[in-house]
């Protein structure tokens, strides 16, 4: 690259608009639009030159999972769903976010933020949620951790009379639902992550700007770089093409740069598991139980004209 295509660079991962997020974000926003700087690999590794690539916050190790066994295809074939605790201002006081997501997409279908958690509120998320998406009996698996809100009988009987199968992690295996906690991470790692909230205002308000700007902006790695909201609705595949249009320009204009030859644009995968059965397994995908809580939901129709939708507020 010439010393102004680096200079090119650098300003523009450090420009206001980008210079919280990560090159992978950066990459794909600017493909999307037509435009290719370089590679992803190349703006690390010219921020790394200026010693500006790294971890904003220290690291867990990777945790390992296990058997529950569940498979999407397509979107509104699985949900999963899990609560978190957010620390508000008052030492020792939480609120609980509930946050229900398609697998598929990784769309935050529903969110909701409430002072306790209960099954109470799990079952009006639950019936809301399937309400908002239109779920036909006997088509939906919903995951989830053995929770109290998720284990209630009158939690398992809403289920029931949903036609929703539930399934749920293992007793004592925390990382049996790592979607969902994947989730939590990414939101918790946003640079504009309070940390701690003054109250549940505060913690609606913050949610209700981040949801949206997860499933319509966020370029998921885990979906190729393309939005939860893209997948969700199928729009992927002609963003696909302007992405793999702009690669072919650039391609032409400078094939040496691309020691691999010909890119091409990776596409989201077509079926999301958990814990996916290795061919050598002779495996049994355990039957169990699921269930949920109340809801924000999180800018999605069935339609997915993602914008506000708010299914209810609780405190």
Request: glycine share 4%.
């Amino acid at each position: 690259m010439s010393d102004a295509e680096r200079a090119l660079v650098i300003a523009t991962l450090a420009s206001e608009r980008y210079r919280d997020q990560p090159p992978g974000e950066v990459y794909h926003h600017l493909l999307e639009r037509g435009e290719y700087l370089c590679s992803m690999s190349t703006m690390y590794r010219l921020l790394r030159e200026r010693k500006a690539s790294g971890e904003r916050r220290a690291q867990r190790s990777a945790q390992h999972h296990a058997v529950p066994r569940l498979r999407a295809e397509a979107p509104n074939e699985v949900w999963t769903w899990d609560i978190t605790k957010l620390p508000t201002l008052r030492r020792g006081v939480y609120l609980s976010l509930y946050v229900v997501l398609d697998l598929f997409s990784r769309l935050a279908l529903a969110w909701m933020i409430s002072a306790k958690e209960n099954s109470a509120l799990a079952c009006q998320l639950m019936r809301e949620a399937s309400a908002r998406y239109r779920i036909a009996p006997d088509t939906l698996t919903i995951h989830q951790d053995r929770g109290a809100p998720m284990i209630a009988h009158t939690y398992l009987d809403l289920m029931s009379e949903l036609g929703i199968t539930a399934s749920h992690s293992r007793p004592r295996v925390s990382n049996d639902n790592p979607f969902s906690e994947s989730a939590f991470k990414t939101q918790k790692y946003q640079p504009d992550y309070p940390g701690r909230f003054d109250d549940i205002v505060h913690a609606n308000r913050w949610c209700g700007e981040y949801f949206p700007w997860y499933n319509l902006e966020h370029h998921h790695a885990g979906l190729a770089g393309f939005t939860p909201e893209q997948v969700y609705t199928g729009r992927y595949r002609p963003i696909a093409e302007r992405k793999q249009r702009a690669l072919d320009a650039q391609y032409a204009r400078h094939p040496e740069r691309f020691v691999r030859g010909r890119p091409s644009v990776p596409m989201p995968p077509t079926v999301v598991s958990i814990n996916p059965i290795i061919e050598t397994e002779e495996a049994q995908a355990p039957a169990g139980a699921v269930n949920f809580p109340t809801l924000t939901a999180a800018g999605a129709e069935s339609k997915c004209t993602l914008s506000e939708n708010q299914l209810s507020k609780t405190g």
